[in-house]
T-cell receptor, first 115, second 115 residues
């Protein structure tokens, strides 16, 4: 158990809908990262928050947004869903803002299926 | 931009065989390099890491050496077990904080060890 909790584990929704994925980082970790794992794109970095503020942005679509709350949990909001958004979404956390010399701990992921 | 290339799988081995998974990278500066492992139905776990040239990361019988001259970080294990069956990801973290603190992943290599 990595200590990173993601809910829900599975989500099935229709095209055009909006969903929210939730992540609770390890106790004490200030950074939260979101990644998307799909068959065609592999593991792609979406966005990082550090202590409530956006720290780094990757290939995140405009239809997607995220935030980190004062208690450090994070939510990833996906809207106007398309079939191609079906993927495994991972959250990871680390103690600091950088991961060069620290480990990023990954949750078990939320599997999103858009039908 | 940064990129990681690793050999495509699946790699099928017999128990006690020698495993090598090739990984090469492209990055500016001096990235940190990681191997993550994903067991079926689970999130990613850090297997080992190296933060500077010629460093050797090792864990659970796996080893990888950071080779700056060949921009490589090949993963090796001398004698695999059935329990090593998983997907292995090579990844790098940029050396420049301003460029973000994301992990850039390779495409993953599925390893199947047969008894």
């Amino acid at each position: 158990d990595s200590g990173v909790t993601q809910t829900p584990k599975h989500l099935i929704t229709a095209t055009g809908q909006r969903v929210t994925l939730r992540c609770s980082p390890r106790s004490g970790d200030l950074s939260v990262y979101w990644y998307q794992q799909s068959l065609d794109q592999g593991l792609q970095f979406l966005i990082q928050y550090y202590n409530g503020e956006e720290r780094a942005k990757g290939n995140i679509l405009e239809r997607f947004s995220a935030q980190q709350f004062p208690d450090l949990h994070s939510e990833l909001n996906l809207s106007s869903l398309e079939l191609g958004d079906s993927a495994l979404y991972f959250c990871a956390s680390s103690p600091s803002g950088g991961i060069r010399n620290t480990e990023a701990f990954f949750g078990q992921g939320t599997r999103l299926t858009v039908v | 931009g940064n990129s990681v290339t690793q050999m495509e799988g699946p790699v099928t081995l017999s128990e006690e065989a020698f495993l090598t998974i090739n990984c090469t990278y492209t990055a500016t500066g001096y990235p940190s390099l990681f191997w993550y492992v994903q067991y079926p139905g689970e999130g990613l776990q850090l297997l080992l890491k190296a933060t500077k040239a010629d460093d050797k990361g090792s864990n659970k019988g796996f080893e990888a050496t950071y080779r700056k001259e060949t921009t490589s970080f090949h993963l090796e294990k001398g004698s695999v077990q059935v329990s090593d069956s998983a997907v292995y990801f090579c990844a790098l973290s940029d050396s420049f904080a301003a460029a973000g603190n994301k992990l850039t992943f390779g495409g993953g290599t599925r390893v199947l060890v047969k008894p």
